[in-house]
T-cell receptor, first 116, second 115 residues
């Protein structure tokens, strides 16, 4: 199993450009998440999905859009990149939460994005 | 608002020494607490997880404790190694109905182990 993979690993954009980050998981997880990590801020949730065809906003959703057309893929889009979106982006996935249960989020290796 | 506070923000220790990292949370109702290790340039990897009924959990040289009454957790690292140099993140999940919930992440403690 490859686990959680992210494409690309690095990217440099100019202000106003658009791009899509791809996250793929082969563990048949229902839940998928996109986080950004900035120095001193920890991981912050951008958007998440509890199943194919469903998405929801997290803590910092502005400037991002997502889609989950297939269960194994979760796409994060930046329509008009801004320097404030310079960050490291992590995708994660997990099984569906059951009442009283606990599960693990598996993280991808991250995408380092710089917006000039 | 659910919050997770970690201390210290950073810590430097000598190889072979022990250390303890702290996590305080306000997440309610509580479901579980997990400690992750994040190496530089990598994604976080789970070390331990504890539910409400558990007050200690070990994973090799890592031992996590939980006091659900005071809403505190600690991660104790025994006989530290250079490879323990990393960021340690405390994550607390709420109990929620319908199977949909969002965990809250702490900002992490950066540990540096010197030879």
């Amino acid at each position: 199993n490859a686990g959680v993979t992210q494409t690309p690993k690095f990217r440099v954009l100019k202000t106003g450009q658009s791009m899509t980050l791809l996250c793929a998981q082969d563990m048949n997880h229902e839940y998928m998440y996109w986080y950004r990590q900035d120095p001193g801020m920890g991981l912050r949730l951008i958007h998440y999905s509890v199943g194919e065809g469903t998405t929801a906003k997290g803590e910092v959703p502005d400037g991002y859009n997502v889609s989950r057309l297939k269960k194994q893929n979760f796409l994060l889009g930046l329509e008009s990149a801004a320097p404030s979106q310079t960050s490291v982006y992590f995708c994660a996935s997990s099984y569906r939460r059951t009442s009283g249960g606990a599960y693990e989020q598996f993280f991808g290796p991250g995408t380092r994005l710089t917006v000039l | 608002k659910n919050q997770v506070e970690q201390s210290p923000q950073s810590l430097i220790i000598l190889e072979g020494k022990n250390c303890t990292l702290q996590c305080n949370y306000t997440v309610s109702p509580f479901s579980n607490l997990r400690w992750y290790k994040q190496d530089t340039g990598r994604g976080p990897v789970s070390l331990t997880i504890m539910t409400f009924s558990e007050n200690t959990k070990s994973n090799g040289r890592y031992t996590a404790t939980l006091d659900a009454d005071t809403k505190q957790s600690s991660l104790h690292i025994t006989a530290s190694q250079l490879s323990d140099s990393a960021s340690y993140i405390c994550v607390v999940s709420p109990e929620a109905s319908g199977g949909s919930y969002i965990p809250t992440f702490g900002r992490g403690t950066s540990l540096i182990v010197h030879p």
